[in-house]
């Protein structure tokens, strides 16, 4: 039977993971909402941000949290030149079936590029910061996931007042719900999706950098996260931003909770089996998006 | 519509070309007579890219250094000594095909191992068709002592379960009062992470040390948290890692962010990585680790190894460039004694040989068993101030083991 102090320790730990994993699968979610794009270079692009944001500290000796400055606008604009340039490109007909062939390939081509660059090893950014914690309710947090946390938490709220307040927002929504429809009332939708997807691939270097706080990095790693990240997306609701983060902070706590039990190789089949459950009871996702539905 | 017919053409002529090269390059180099003056070709698998390049390189190296200062001083038997590596991709049917080449087409004269016990087995296979003494720098998991092999020899101290046994012989030695009585393990889910901190459990448990907490997490874990919040909550008096390397600093790092204060800190292979006190932030205080080789370690043939090797490559040897020369060491010593070195019956000689005596290498003295696994155990090295060193066993230490351990 677990202590008391062990299960708030487990439910903060998994609060933070929680809020981190809803932080890295925003974009994704965003991607399928605008295009029905399957991007499965999602987290390579994640692990190229916490390359760099390592990168930056290493060489430069500044805190990785100021790489975001450069990498932030230059994951938008590589995300509006991926839209524009290639995946605007495909046949709607194949879209989805054909984004996965080409965003896989853009993964491996990433993956690949960092190990040219940066070769194999194993890199962790050294922090002044990186162990140091304090106590709440007898439990420790961890300055480096607090930090990992607040981003997230401000980069989605960013993006919920973005898509809710905004006329590009209403914009990028009206192309997420009905693209035919946007178009008649005026929206450049290409144009749209153009920004759409460059705002997702922003996500992605916010949430490499939160990554890279308090993670070891190697080139491959990005394959370890895509599984969790698209079963959040589905289970949150294909398109939906506050369904993805929703999914993301019950699975992180539902991982780090069953933990105590079941021990950490059968905790992780939690992402899986939700996936499993959502297609069997309930496609269209428990949080929102009725996106699925159609499809 | 023109490309359409034009097409069959294009095709014929490619394969008329492909025809003509093949029979050009058929009759290249074929027969090998043997006479004394020919050099001794060493053939070797070696995984140069994909999963296992990083260390399949840096066994390159040690194999590299051992051809050059062997050769350096007149070769073997006055043979020079010539190796013929090939990449096998980290791919297990690729590392067969590699080998039969080596022993069949190509009739080098010895083999020696790739690495990793995922290549080393289907090799060792290979070899032991062919009747070919088969000494390896990397296999070290259970699995490959269990096949039956007679050919194989793993050149280092000991087998993963056998790493602390020397941690384990000296913390059951300590009084009732100061001995650990509770302690933690986490280990990777992998044959030679958990087979390190496996072995030690079974002798501290013999010993009555109590286990408190028993996890085991699947190789692609990047997140700690939870398993480190379940050792801290048990406070046990130990704690130890059967780690690869992320693991490891990843478990730290997220243990010291829990401000958890164990008496000792004992985890495999991370904390021997060069790279692993900036990983952690120099926050590497009495943090334990077994070792296979050790640049300080005092053994005859291991201070020309690093001054030498260093020269060669501009850098000091590691585990893996030392299980390199180590195997070419071994290998040395059996082709002395039995005064050749060649397929045939001189295989079984040098075979023989290996299994009744005991071969001085850089890594100690290496004897085997029936089934190649070494009878050694590891040095166990500790983080003491900013650098770490040998403490264990008493005629190898370089300084004393600190224990309590101070805060990390």
Request: proline share 5%; with cysteine; aromatic share 10%.
């Amino acid at each position: 039977m677990p202590s008391g102090a062990l299960l708030v320790q487990s439910i903060i730990l998994g609060l933070l993971l929680g809020g981190l994993y809803a932080l890295l699968a925003a974009g994704l979610t965003l991607y399928f909402g605008i295009m029905r794009v399957v991007m499965i270079a999602h987290s390579a692009f994640l692990i190229l941000a916490a390359y760099l944001a390592w990168w930056t500290n290493s060489r430069l000796g500044v805190d990785p949290l100021l790489s975001m400055v450069v990498t932030v606008p230059l994951f938008f604009g590589a995300g509006v030149l991926l839209q524009r340039g290639l995946l605007s490109r495909l046949r709607p007909a194949t879209l989805t079936m054909m984004s996965v062939l080409i965003t896989f390939a853009i993964a491996l081509i990433i993956e690949g590029l960092l190990g040219y660059a940066f070769s194999g090893t194993q890199r962790r950014i050294q922090l002044g910061y990186g162990t140091a914690g304090f106590e709440l309710f007898g439990a420790r947090v961890a300055v480096v996931k607090l930090i990992a946390f607040a981003l997230a938490a401000v980069s989605l709220a960013g993006l919920y007042v973005l898509m809710k307040r905004t006329q590009f927002g209403w914009a990028l929504r009206a192309t997420i719900q009905h693209r035919d429809a946007a178009r008649l009332v005026g929206i450049d939708t290409e144009r749209t999706a153009g920004f759409g997807f460059g705002l997702g691939l922003a996500t992605a270097a916010v949430g490499g950098t939160a990554l890279s706080l308090d993670t070891t990095i190697y080139p491959s790693l990005h394959w370890h996260w895509i599984g969790p990240l698209m079963a959040i997306i589905v289970v949150g609701g294909l398109g939906s931003v506050p369904g993805a983060a929703a999914a993301a902070l019950l699975l992180g706590l539902a991982q780090s909770l069953l933990q105590i039990p079941m021990g950490a190789t059968w905790a992780q089949t939690v992402f899986y089996v939700a996936l499993f459950a959502t297609l069997a009871v309930r496609p269209q996702g428990f949080f929102g998006g009725r996106l699925a539905q159609r499809f | 519509m023109r490309s359409l017919v034009r097409a069959p053409w294009a095709l014929a002529l490619g394969a008329s070309v492909t025809l003509v090269l093949a029979a050009c390059g058929g009759g290249g180099d074929e027969g090998s007579g043997e006479s004394s003056d020919d050099p001794i070709v060493v053939g070797i698998s070696l995984p140069l890219t994909g999963d296992f390049s990083e260390p399949g390189k840096g066994v390159q190296e040690g194999y590299e250094a051992w051809a050059k200062i062997t050769n350096d001083k007149g070769g073997l038997l006055g043979r020079q000594i010539e190796l013929k590596i090939l990449d096998d991709q980290s791919n297990a049917d690729r590392v067969v095909a590699d080998y039969e080449q080596l022993i069949g087409s190509d009739q080098v004269d010895l083999v020696v191992g790739p690495f990793s016990t995922r290549l080393v087995v289907p090799s060792a296979r290979v070899a032991q068709e062919y009747g070919m003494l088969f000494v390896e720098p990397a296999g070290a998991a259970a699995e490959v002592f269990d096949q039956g092999f007679k050919n194989l020899f793993y050149a280092a101290p000991a087998v993963a379960d056998d790493h602390y046994n020397h941690l384990a012989e000296h913390l059951l030695a300590l009084p009732a009062g100061q001995k650990p009585a509770t302690v933690a393990y986490a280990a990777m889910d992998d044959p030679f992470a958990q087979g390190t901190a496996y072995g030690l459990k079974k002798k501290l448990e013999a010993g009555g040390v109590k286990t408190v907490v028993d996890e085991v997490y699947p190789p692609n874990t990047t997140d700690f948290g939870s398993i480190a919040a379940k050792i801290a909550a048990a406070k046990p008096d130990m704690v130890v890692g059967g780690s690869q390397y992320q693991d490891g600093v990843n478990l730290i790092v997220a243990l010291q962010q829990l401000n958890y204060q164990p008496k000792l800190a004992a985890f495999s292979t991370a904390p021997t990585s060069p790279e692993f006190a900036k990983a952690i932030g120099n926050k590497t205080e009495g943090i334990l680790s077994p070792t296979g080789y050790s640049q300080d370690a005092p053994y005859p043939s291991n201070k020309e190894f690093v001054e030498k090797f260093t020269a060669q490559f501009g850098k000091a040897p590691e585990e893996d460039q030392a299980n390199g020369y180590t195997t070419g060491q071994v290998v040395a010593a059996a082709v002395q004694a039995a005064g050749c070195a060649e397929q045939g019956a001189c295989q079984q000689k040098m075979i023989d040989w290996l299994h009744a005596n005991k071969v001085e290498t850089v890594v100690g003295p290496l004897s085997w068993d029936a089934t190649g696994k070494p009878q050694g155990a590891h040095m166990i090295q500790q983080w003491v101030g900013n650098d770490i060193r040998i403490v264990l066993p008493a005629d190898a230490k370089e300084t004393d083991l600190v224990y309590p351990k101070p805060a990390w």
